[in-house]
């Protein structure tokens, strides 16, 4: 993966998406293989995982804030106690995080005090105020109602605009259009089939991802319309 | 007294309350022996409750043993072994004391707040204690969830932070509604020192008792201040848990 690529996983559920994102930060410790960040081996002898961790963001389906900590704290912890910023600094640094989100008038509301875009948009900026190498997204939108999908998918377009590396695990396929430079489709723990959102959406090779995109097409509408849908949010 | 025919209520309470220096110094020594073993159950509760969740292989099974053998046998049975053991293994028992003397009313009042009973009767109610509480702290910690420790350790920060700064200030506060019945329950259970000599409300009460035949009454009186004690526990529970609530849950 190179600097400022986004890639889009996607696969029927159970195909090891999120297992996958989960090896990438050793949340699951791969059985086989190796992940480089940056050249640096991290299944490695005397690699500090919580190092690698803190430049490695994730986005969780179900948002996962820490719900005993307002919006900006849930944004500064980590700022504060694994990057040992002060106390100002870092609560400075989150919300301009969260401005970039435009979460800063919910800064001190608690997470079941937000619906669960802004929850999920909090989220992000947690990922995104450690500065990562990278930000890995798990299926970030398929636990929000279908009205509060836009802000988020909203924000992460404009994360990608930015140049930030990513890899997302969704079936937003307006989404993955607009900003995917590669697509991988997964099925039981494999990769059936790789390539350019033009590629998946004029010619995709194998039956199983044509059949798996034109469910999506069934469930979603067609992707012009979703990325009429994109569109109009950038 | 003896051959007296029924003595009038009002009397007999009187009576019994005239005791009033045996009542007190009964409730001084059962609430300093309820303080103390629900602050032992608490911190050595809370850090079985740490090691059966987290502590890995070793650490979780001495937890899991230490718990089921304090849940398994009768309070009574542990508090007499922890008296005699020192004593059928030919160890020293110094006879020492540390008692605090008051005179209120006119009375003198002497309570004896450390010495070889107290001590046992403190350290078997606290270890005790603290198996139940350890289960009530890792209910909460397991409603919790793996996700939130996770979700810390994916922004990098150690396990042990996760736990402290993540797991535990949301498995406190959710513990209070469960927790708060070992809080009523230990005050009740403090009742068993009688059985080492150390003289507690109830000891007390039994005493008063002998004295003055007014047994039902005696008893009455206990249970009273038993119930207030307990309900003032209980309220001051329930209002910490409201002012630690985390808004919006």
């Known amino acids: 993966m190179e600097e400022g690529d986004v890639k889009v996983i996607f696969g029927p559920s159970g195909s090891g998406k999120s297992t996958l994102l989960r090896c990438i930060n050793m949340l699951n410790p791969p059985d086989k293989g190796e992940v480089y960040l940056r050249g640096q081996n991290i299944k490695g002898d005397g690699v500090n995982l919580n190092q690698i961790r803190s430049r490695i963001g994730m986005v969780f389906q179900h948002f996962n804030l820490f719900s005993h900590l307002t919006a900006i704290n849930n944004v500064s912890i980590g700022l504060r106690r694994v990057k040992g910023f002060p106390k100002e600094e870092a609560r400075n640094k989150a919300l301009n995080v969260l401005k970039s989100v435009k979460m800063e008038k919910w800064a001190d509301h608690y997470p079941a005090q937000l619906s669960g875009g802004q929850q999920q948009r909090v989220g992000i900026a947690r990922a995104l105020a450690m500065e990562p190498d990278v930000i890995l997204f798990d299926e970030p939108t398929s636990a929000l109602d279908p009205e509060l999908i836009g802000e988020v998918l909203q924000v992460m377009l404009d994360i990608a605009k930015s140049g930030t590396t990513m890899v997302v695990v969704t079936h937003e396929m307006g989404f993955a259009r607009a900003v995917a430079s590669e697509m991988i489709f997964l099925g039981n723990g494999i990769i059936l089939e790789r390539g350019t959102p033009q590629h998946f959406f004029t010619s995709p090779k194998s039956d199983r991802a044509k059949t798996f995109l034109k469910q999506l097409q069934m469930l979603y509408g067609s992707h012009e319309q979703l990325l009429k849908i994109s569109d109009k949010e950038e | ?249």
């Not at chain 2, 050595?44 to 740490?50: P, V």
């Not at chain 2, 409300?201 to 206990?222: E, G, K, N, P, W």
């Not at chain 2, 309900?231 to 630690?244: P, Q």
């Open chain 2, 1 to 249: 007294m003896i051959f007296q025919g029924q003595p009038n209520l009002f009397e007999e309470i009187i009576t019994v309350l005239g005791f009033w220096d045996r009542l007190l110094s009964g409730f001084i020594i059962t609430m300093w022996l309820y303080m103390w073993a629900l602050i032992i159950g608490f911190f050595l509760g809370l850090m079985l409750a740490l090691f059966r969740q987290y502590g890995g292989m070793i650490l979780s099974r001495i937890a899991t043993v230490y718990i089921e053998i304090m849940r398994g046998t009768p309070l009574l049975v542990q508090l007499l072994f922890f008296y005699f053991l020192p004593l059928s293994l030919n160890l020293p028992v110094g006879v020492w004391n540390f008692q605090a003397s008051f005179t209120l009313f006119d009375k003198e009042i002497t309570i004896i707040l450390l010495n070889q009973r107290t001590l046992v009767a403190i350290l078997t109610l606290g270890l005790n204690s603290a198996a139940y509480q350890a289960e009530y702290f890792r209910g909460s910690l397991l409603s919790v969830g793996s996700e939130q420790l996770m979700t810390a350790q994916s922004i990098g920060m150690p396990r042990i932070a996760g736990i402290r700064l993540i797991v535990l200030p949301q498995a406190l506060r959710r513990v209070i509604p469960a927790w708060s019945n070992e809080a009523a329950y230990l005050p009740k259970y403090t009742v068993v020192v009688y059985f080492i000599g150390v003289l507690d409300l109830f000891a007390q009460a039994y005493i008063i008792a002998f004295v003055t035949f007014s047994v039902i009454i005696t008893y009455i009186i206990v249970a009273m201040i038993f119930l207030i004690v307990i309900s003032l526990v209980s309220k001051g529970l329930d209002i910490l848990y409201e002012r630690t609530k985390i808004p919006g849950l």
